[in-house]
């Protein structure tokens, strides 16, 4: 299976407890986030781990989609004391069960570079959003300096597999080709593996709009091909 599944269903267990490292990132990244967050707004999240940002940032909003694709990662996440407004749930990102302008605002923390199609994730996400909804991505850049490649290659020796290679400047062009307005994009972390919060804004007009459903058509076509 081409999508890290394996790795992230036998590494559940240890998560939260790794990411602990990173809980000064995580900091910053709610910090950033907790002002764009209102109580009206009803949020989806994509690839959340065991919780990180959903645990502290639900209470802001009036509802909060908590989903990840691994049902071991979801299994941890609920063990924790959470807000009424928080709901855990497995999900595949690429095809979510919720209909259109379903949600004021998407997370995807620390995950499109680990996906192998991260434009079906994001047409996904762009779909569900509401006008002028809202993308958190805050994502890892490490660029493509010989230490990025190093360090890369050692994390790959655990199973651990990084499928897109991103500059904070390639990143946002990504995005903006997929749909997404630039609001604002801090880096947070170290030199070595520094991290590009993005928040950005859909973009609703006929070419995005007809980009997302070339996208969407040809993941259908693509799973119609293997059911077959």
């Not at 941890?76 to 999900?91: D, E, I, N």
């Not at 991290?195 to 259908?220: D, G, H, P, Y």
Request: glycine letters at 4%.
């Amino acid at each position: 299976m081409d999508d890290n599944k394996q790795f992230w269903e036998r590494f559940s267990r240890h998560y939260a407890g790794f990411m602990r490292r990173s809980q000064t990132t995580y900091q910053q990244i709610c910090k950033a986030m907790r002002p764009f967050l209102k109580r009206d707004m009803d949020v989806l999240e994509l690839a959340c781990g065991t919780g990180q940002l959903s645990v502290p940032l639900s209470p802001c909003v009036r509802s909060w989609e908590a989903t990840d694709f691994s049902a071991e990662m979801i299994r941890q996440a609920k063990k924790q004391v959470y807000s009424s407004r928080l709901h855990f749930s497995v999900q595949d990102a690429t095809k979510l069960p919720y209909g259109p302008e379903s949600f004021d605002a998407v997370v995807i923390s620390n995950a499109l570079h680990v996906m192998p199609h991260p434009e079906k994730v994001l047409a996904e996400a762009w779909r569900v959003l509401k006008p002028r909804g809202w993308l958190f991505a805050p994502t890892f850049v490490w660029g493509k300096s010989r230490c990025a490649r190093l360090r890369l290659w050692f994390m790959g020796l655990s199973g651990f597999r990084v499928y897109h290679v991103w500059t904070s400047g390639e990143l946002m062009a990504y995005l903006s080709e997929c749909g997404y307005s630039i609001v604002r994009h801090p880096l947070f972390g170290s030199s070595l593996a520094p991290l590009c919060c993005l928040m950005a804004r859909k973009i609703s007009n006929e070419r995005t709009a007809a980009r997302q459903i070339a996208v969407r058509s040809a993941q259908f076509d693509h799973t119609k091909v293997k059911e077959e």
